[in-house]
């Protein structure tokens, strides 16, 4: 059973394996999708609009739900974020902390893409 323990943001300077988690085409465009690694789940967002990627942890911490990869993604005041489906609880994609005003943040990790594949950063 993953807890939210699991979950810890990752700075990429302190990524020490890069998953290889899928195609660039198994992620919608504007929109997210979840990908499993090592018991995880992780929200991954194609960000077309901004032309950027992201990924985080898809257990919104608010009711412990796993959801987060089907949320609404958007700008604030310059902020990419994320808008958990259940009751609105926004996030930075950025930093992970809820715009929201509440003390419940979420845990973030580097994105990149090569040669078509999209890989999330982990510190092992
Ligand atoms: S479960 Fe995500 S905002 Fe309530």
């Known amino acids: 059973m993953i807890d939210i323990a ?3 943001t990752v700075a990429e300077q302190s ?3 890069w998953f290889k988690a899928a195609p660039v085409s198994a992620f919608p465009a504007n929109g997210g999708a979840c990908v499993l690694y090592k018991g995880k789940q992780i929200a991954v967002f194609n ?3 901004r032309n950027e ?3 985080c942890q898809n257990l919104c911490p608010h009711k412990m739900q796993m959801i987060l990869s089907r949320g609404m993604i958007g700008s604030e005041q310059g902020v990419p974020k994320v808008a958990c489906p259940f009751h609105k609880r926004t996030f930075s994609l950025q930093t ?4 929201n ?3 419940c943040a979420i845990a973030t990790y580097p994105v990149k893409v090569e040669e078509g594949y999209v890989y999330i950063g982990f510190e092992e």
């Open 53 to 55: 990627w992201y990924a």
């Open 101 to 103: 005003g509440d003390e």
């Open 96 to 99: 992970g902390a809820c715009l």
């Open 47 to 49: 960000f077309t609009r």
């Open 6 to 8: 699991d979950y810890k």
């Open 15 to 17: 990524v020490t394996t």
